[in-house]
C-alpha cells in the first residue's frame, strides 16, 4: 500500500547548519507530495509541495525536489535558524484512482543558538 | 492563524460517552478536512467534505461520523468513546478540494481525552 517514510528524529543541528530531512514514499500512480511544519502548540502549516516529477518546491529557504527515480522528496535547508525548530511532517496525496493522504510520523528538528 | 476555528480546544470525557467537535472553514473555503493525531498512530488523515458532500475517506472509525452544513462549518462526532480515542483532531480546509493541489490550511485542534 501507499506509504510515506520518514527519518527518525529529533535532529539536532547548531544555527547556520546544513539541514536534511529523508522522506522517501511507495504509491501507485503520481501522487503530489508535500512538507507540512508542525509549530508548538499549533497546527499543521504547509511549507511547500511538487505536484510532478522533477518539480522543486520551495519557500522560506526550505527546497525538496520530487524525484521519481528515488521515490524521493528530501527536504534541504541551507542555514537553519532557532526560529525553525519544529515538527516537519512529510505527506503524500495520492490522485489516481481512490483518494488517499498519507502523513509520515513527523520529524523533530530542534536548533541550538 | 490560518483562518480555521475549532472549537473546543479541550474536552475531556468518559468511555461509552459521545463528544462533537466542531470546525468553522476560511472564509470563501469550500472544502473541510478531519485529522486524528496520536502519539501512537501518527497524523491520519479521517474524511473529507466538499460543499456538503463527502469527497474522500480516511481511516474513519464506524464509531465516528462527520457531516458539513449549509454554511460549511462542519461537525466531527464521535460516539463509544474509547481510551485509545483520546488524540488531538485537526480541521483543515482549502478553497476547492482538488486533491493533490489544494492548499490545506490547518486549524489549531481540539484535544480530546477520554477517561
Known amino acids: 500500500g501507499d506509504s510515506v517514510t520518514q527519518m527518525e528524529g529529533p535532529v539536532t543541528l547548531s544555527e547556520e547548519a546544513f539541514l536534511t530531512i529523508n522522506c522517501t514514499y511507495t504509491a501507485t500512480g503520481y501522487p503530489s507530495l508535500f512538507w507540512y511544519v508542525q509549530y508548538p502548540g499549533e497546527g499543521l502549516q504547509l511549507l511547500l509541495k511538487a505536484t510532478k516529477a522533477d518539480d522543486k518546491g520551495s519557500n522560506k529557504g526550505f527546497e525538496a525536489t520530487y524525484r521519481k527515480e528515488t521515490t524521493s522528496f528530501h527536504l534541504e535547508k541551507g542555514s537553519v535558524q532557532v526560529s525553525d525548530s519544529a515538527v516537519y511532517f512529510c505527506a503524500l496525496i495520492r490522485i489516481s484512482g481512490t483518494y488517499k493522504y498519507i502523513f509520515g510520523t513527523g520529524t523533530r528538528l530542534k536548533v541550538l543558538a | 492563524d490560518s483562518g480555521v476555528t475549532q472549537t473546543p480546544k479541550h474536552l475531556i470525557t468518559a468511555t461509552g460517552q459521545r463528544v462533537t467537535l466542531r470546525c468553522s472553514p476560511r472564509?470563501?473555503?469550500?472544502?473541510v478536512y478531519w485529522y486524528q493525531q496520536s502519539l501512537d498512530q501518527g497524523l491520519q488523515f479521517l474524511i473529507q467534505y466538499y460543499n456538503g458532500e463527502e469527497r474522500a475517506k480516511g481511516n474513519i472509525l464506524e464509531r465516528f461520523s462527520a457531516q458539513q452544513f449549509p454554511d460549511l462549518h462542519s461537525e466531527l462526532n464521535l460516539s463509544s468513546l474509547e481510551l485509545g480515542d483520546s488524540a488531538l483532531y485537526f480541521c483543515?480546509?482549502?478553497?476547492?478540494?482538488?486533491?493533490?493541489?489544494?492548499?490545506?490550511?490547518f486549524g489549531p485542534g481540539t484535544r480530546l481525552t477520554v477517561l
Open positions: 472564509s470563501g473555503d469550500l472544502s
Open positions: 483543515a480546509s482549502s478553497e476547492q478540494g482538488t486533491v493533490g493541489t489544494d492548499t490545506q490550511y
